[in-house]
């Protein structure tokens, strides 16, 4: 059972906008920023959203974040194929001397 | 371009101490916290701990009684350690940088398989 809460699915066509949610508490997304992390099958998790909705350089625009209260949401626009990913979200939880926490991770499916 | 690499055994036998080390490469080790994260085959990401180049750590409350961090910066290096282990521990093991107020993680390694069995 994570903290973070995502749905463990997620699908859309080519050229749909598609959005994962994140759910938390005060102690997390209501008082830290969210990343959030793409990984593409068998590879290592790559950053795609820091600081609730800042994109690293190169990461296209159609990926965007935001943040609102205790939730969050990772919205990916114009879907591609290559976008059929695990998409995890992650914050910093300020219980028990500080740790990070992560979203079960979402499977998004490019029908 | 910073790079990070995993390396330790592949292998640990139940009850034992799994070892392992993230070289970093391409930039310097220094004034950035340094994370292990893993994830068991077909599971999520697990955040094991962070350590800061002066040895500061923060551990996971699930894990905190078995593990252990600790940096070298000569070799540009920061370790992880982990007791007990058993089967529950078996997972691919992440090594990344923390960068920023955000706390990212935006440099990860490749990620080694650690298999607890005897």
């Known amino acids: 059972q994570s903290v973070l809460t995502q749905p463990p699915s997620a699908s859309g066509t080519p050229g749909q906008r598609v959005t994962i949610s994140c759910s938390g508490s005060?102690?997390?997304?209501?008082?830290?920023?969210v990343n959030w992390y793409q990984q593409l099958p068998g590879t290592a998790p790559k950053l795609l959203i820091y600081?609730?909705?800042q994109r690293p350089s190169g990461v296209p625009d159609r990926f965007s974040g935001s943040k609102s209260g205790t939730s969050a949401s990772l919205a990916i626009s114009g879907l591609q194929s290559e976008d059929e990913a695990d998409y995890y979200c992650?914050?910093?939880?300020?219980?028990?001397?500080?740790?990070?926490?992560f979203g079960g991770g979402t499977k998004l499916t490019v029908l | 371009q910073v790079q990070l690499q995993e390396s330790g055994p592949g292998l640990v036998k139940p009850s034992e101490t799994l070892s392992l080390t993230c070289t970093v490469s391409?930039?310097?080790?220094?004034?950035?916290?340094w994370s292990w994260i893993r994830q068991p085959a077909g599971k999520g990401l697990e955040w094991i701990g962070r350590?800061?180049?002066?040895?500061?750590?923060n551990y996971n409350p699930s894990l905190k009684s078995r593990v252990t961090m600790s940096v070298d910066t000569s070799k540009n290096q920061f370790s992880l350690k982990l007791s007990s282990v058993t089967a529950a521990d078996t997972a691919v093991y992440y090594c990344?940088?923390?960068?920023?107020?955000?706390?990212?993680?935006?440099?990860w390694g490749q990620g080694t398989l650690v298999t607890v069995s005897s």
């Open positions: 990344a940088r923390v960068t920023g107020y955000s706390g990212s993680l935006d440099y």
């Open positions: 391409g930039g310097s080790i220094s004034s950035y916290y």
């Open positions: 350590i800061y180049t002066s040895g500061s750590t």
């Open positions: 005060s102690s997390n997304i209501g008082s830290n920023t």
């Open positions: 600081s609730n909705n």
């Open positions: 992650a914050a910093w939880d300020d219980s028990l001397n500080g740790h990070v926490v």
